[in-house]
């Protein structure tokens, strides 16, 4: 499975070539580097704000995002300092499309700074990225680039959220699926196809743990849905998923079912639907590993997996900066330091 944060970053460079955004997108980097390579400019935009223009980087499209939202930010200091300094600035035209770029791509530079954080779980994934989905199917600005992102973002993405896909892959489902402050985003109409893609790979993989337990077949089991009416609290963090999501709750009409592990999910399913956790999803499962004998081992592997590759990529760039010719007298080892490093914020607490 590629790396979700790298993979976003590309749906959003591919889709930020449109034309709609390229021509006000190079006369924004025009404007910040006629600013920026003028020390006095730069000088003065400090005193008159308290803050300079930032410069993108290729390789960081939140750094693009973070370009237009300091422009907006300093839009009139900016233009009074311009036109001190006899430089050009944007066009009123201009300076409103790069306001509806920032309203539109905003859940998007909130969800990818999620995604890539060291602490962010695998089961948060498919939430963000439906999240997202459920924003450009509802944006009133920018409708144009809000076409293109959802092309793009369902292309990107087919692997995780479209069943039917070859290059489909069921883990960040299934890790959804077993996070108990998330679950109720598998539990709409929408989302039937991708909770039973979930439901199978989570009982295949206890079927591995436990192999006495037998695989679920979803021919036996006959349910009905009863729909809650308002989305549950635990949608709220996802706001724009949760104004078009209307919960359903399953009961299973089937008495004489023996299956314990589908006995287990169903009880884990109800119990979620019930109550509110202040638990993160490691302690919710290590406190009932009594209660759900053949899901708890899987669901603590799922929900302990990270978001994406980031973290891994800032312990090889950490170990380059620590092994530099610059700190070659060091005595203590390279793993010694680069763990120091890493967890600098809790040994200082």
Not at 98 to 111: D, G, M, R
Not at 297 to 303: I, N, S
């Amino acid at each position: 499975m590629p790396c979700l944060a790298h993979t976003l970053q590309v749906t959003l460079k591919d889709a930020m070539k449109h034309t709609s955004v390229h021509s006000v997108m190079k006369k924004a980097r025009k404007l910040v580097h006629g600013v920026r390579k003028s020390s006095a400019a730069n000088e003065e935009l400090i005193k008159r704000c308290g803050k300079t223009l930032i410069w993108d980087c290729s390789t960081r499209w939140n750094s693009t995002f973070d370009m237009m939202k300091r422009l907006l930010e300093t839009r009139t200091e900016l233009n009074q300092l311009l036109e001190n300094f006899g430089m050009d600035t944007l066009l009123t035209s201009d300076w409103a499309k790069l306001a509806k770029l920032v309203k539109v791509l905003e859940p998007f530079a909130v969800h990818t700074d999620q995604l890539q954080s060291d602490s962010q779980s695998l089961s948060q994934v498919v939430p963000c990225l439906l999240n997202l989905e459920a924003h450009l199917l509802m944006t009133a600005v920018g409708k144009q680039l809000a076409q293109v992102l959802l092309k793009s973002l369902r292309e990107g993405f087919a692997g995780i959220l479209s069943p039917d896909s070859i290059q489909f892959d069921a883990t960040p489902a299934g890790a959804c699926l077993m996070d108990p402050s998330v679950l109720l985003v598998l539990q709409s109409p929408d989302t039937v196809p991708l909770k039973r893609a979930a439901q199978s790979f989570v009982q295949n993989l206890a079927a591995q743990y436990h192999p006495a337990a037998s695989q679920y077949d979803g021919a036996t089991a006959r349910a009905t849905q009863t729909p809650t009416g308002a989305p549950l609290a635990v949608l709220q963090k996802y706001s724009f998923l949760a104004s078009r999501t209307e919960v359903y709750v399953s009961y299973t009409n089937q008495p004489s079912l023996t299956d314990s592990l589908l006995i287990e999910m169903e009880k884990y399913f109800c119990e979620v639907k019930q109550g509110v956790f202040n638990e993160t999803p490691l302690q919710f499962w290590r406190s009932r590993e009594a209660v759900y004998p053949k899901l708890a081992p899987v669901a603590l592997d799922l929900v302990s997996a990270p978001a994406s590759q980031a973290f891994v990529e800032r312990i090889l760039s950490l170990c380059g900066l620590l092994s530099s010719g610059l700190r070659n007298r060091t005595t203590t080892s390279l793993e010694q330091r680069v763990s120091l490093k890493i967890n600098k914020k809790l040994l200082l607490d």
